[in-house]
């Protein structure tokens, strides 16, 4: 019994070893800096303009709503 308890701390181990070493999730070029006052859009200020591309190819810009009442933008992360 005590063998086998053995081989199999033996095997189990190095497989949790090698689960450690994988690459952590996170941005492929390196940290950013945190944004600066200078950075933030002010709370009440109109947003910095901006193109995003959609799901079906367009760009969209965020100037393209100018004048509708309410624009919501949701940032979907895309994994789990």
């Known amino acids: 019994m005590r063998e086998l308890l053995i ?4 095997l189990i181990f ?19 800096d945190p944004p600066t006052d200078l950075d933030r859009v002010k709370v009440g200020a109109p947003a910095p303009d901006f193109t995003l591309e959609s799901l079906d190819g367009r760009y969209i810009t965020l100037s ?3 004048g509708q009442k309410n624009v919501v933008l949701v940032f979907y992360r895309g994994y789990w």
């Open 64 to 66: 393209g709503f100018r």
């Open 14 to 32: 190095p497989g949790l070893l090698v689960g450690q070493r994988r690459p952590a999730l996170g941005p492929v070029d390196g940290p950013t």
């Open 7 to 10: 081989v199999s701390l033996l």
